[in-house]
């Protein structure tokens, strides 16, 4: 991994006056709050027009976030940008539309964590040490001198807690409690900010949720567990894309499980394939041959072909590498 010049970030930071920032498709609660909490850092750094961009909608349990209802679609934003910052993200094709505000005088920063080998951009801080993209900016606020705000904490802390799911995952490390008590100190409401954020949930979300769980197949002794959801799941319950958001945990809770599956059928030659793997095997690691990409314990794929022609080459890759597993 490159070493981190935070420094210099904040050095382009201030120097720019139109900035773009932006995340990957699908967003998740990292990738809103860690764009949100980097806008807050970057008005209180020195005011320059600051643009929030995101392909599809801002889910519902992060819209209330602070700064979320200035969060524009691509096509309502106008270029050009000196500057475009990317987060939870290292590839500019994972940023949708998004990507075409990007032209030939906008320098672009990536500001990561996941396990990227070829990150694109000029100026790159990708640590697969962090958590959360969300830790990352809170690091990149104290090296710019930028003082906490109950936004930017708000922000960062949704970032932190659904990355590492509520400090559960194998991610989570003393420097994510350490923020994480920084950022509750500014007067958080924890418990309010879980029930938003974890527990409340759309009738749309509850009967998916049902479905997942009776589509669950466990294979291998128990070692693998595979959910599906067709895009008539999707569209008979009422549920959207966002819905699906976590449900492969409750199928990876299983005793005895090593890998989960979830794969979702956006349509006919398309699946999204989602990977959760216990410690000792790498997801990001399982996917890359079939053009995935994430972390260590959690990895995604697009797979363009039919779902049952996805599942039986996926999982023929999980069983290779479950393979050189005790
Ligand atoms: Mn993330």
Request: hydrophobic share 45%; charged share 25%.
């Amino acid at each position: 991994m490159p070493e981190i010049d935070l420094d210099e970030i904040v050095h382009r930071l201030r120097a720019a006056e139109r900035v773009l920032i932006t995340s990957h498709i699908a967003p998740d609660g990292d990738a809103v709050g860690a764009v949100l909490a980097l806008s807050h850092v970057l008005e209180a750094l020195h005011q320059p027009t600051v643009v929030c961009a995101l392909e599809g909608c801002v889910p519902e349990r992060y819209a209330w976030l602070p700064g979320a209802d200035k969060i524009r679609k691509p096509e309502e934003c106008a270029p050009p940008f000196d500057l475009a910052v990317i987060v939870d993200v290292a590839q500019l094709d994972r940023v949708g539309e998004t990507a075409k505000l990007i032209t030939e005088e906008t320098s672009v920063i990536v500001l990561d964590h996941h396990l990227e080998k070829k990150p694109d951009g000029d100026l790159v801080a990708v640590d697969p040490a962090y958590a959360a993209a969300g830790e990352l900016i809170v690091d990149l606020m104290d090296a710019a001198g930028v003082p906490l705000t109950r936004d930017i904490a708000l922000c960062a802390y949704v970032a932190l807690t659904t990355d590492t799911g509520s400090f559960k995952y194998s991610n989570t490390t003393v420097r994510s409690h350490q923020i994480a008590a920084r950022l509750v100190a500014t007067g958080l409401p924890v418990t309010e900010i879980a029930r938003r954020v974890f527990d409340e949930m759309s009738q749309g979300r509850f009967r998916l949720l049902v479905r997942f769980v009776n589509s669950v197949t466990l294979l291998d002794g128990g070692r693998i567990a595979v959910g599906t959801l067709s895009a008539a799941d999707l569209a008979e319950c009422e549920a959207r894309e966002e819905d699906t958001e976590g449900l492969i945990n409750l199928a990876h809770n299983i005793r005895g499980v090593e890998v989960t599956m979830l794969f979702r059928e956006v349509d006919d030659t398309t699946v999204k394939l989602s990977l959760r793997s216990r410690e000792g095997l790498n997801s990001a690691e399982i996917l890359s041959t079939l053009g995935g990409g994430g972390h260590t314990a959690a990895a995604g794929a697009t797979l363009e072909m039919p779902l049952q022609q996805a599942m039986s080459v996926a999982l023929r890759r999980v069983r290779e590498s479950l393979a050189g597993q005790p």
